[in-house]
């Protein structure tokens, strides 16, 4: 009778375990599936990001540079006695 006992112990521990094990299964699927979906939607967030930075640096150079060639056509223009307008064509 002990025999009986112990086994059906035995077999209603080992079930216990594998459906505890099935949750914790299912549970790591969707941490992992959330997590790679956090992946992607911040992948997509620094994509947008380094587009935006790209084009900030595109529009800086462009000021920049006009303004270097308005600086360089009024120090030409103070050099030689010529407008800045004349300058510039130079």
Avoid: F, H, Y
């Amino acid at each position: 009778m002990r025999k009986i006992i112990l086994a059906a112990a035995a077999g209603v521990a080992a079930l216990t375990l594998s459906a505890c094990s099935e949750k914790t299964e299912d549970a790591a699927a969707e941490t992992a599936d959330s997590a790679a979906a956090d992946a992607s939607v911040n992948a997509d967030a620094a994509g947008e990001a380094v587009d935006n930075a790209a084009s900030g640096v595109a529009t800086a150079a462009a000021t920049g540079s006009e303004a270097a060639t308005d600086a360089a056509a009024a120090a030409e223009s103070d050099v030689q006695g010529e407008s800045t307008t004349e300058a510039k064509k130079d």
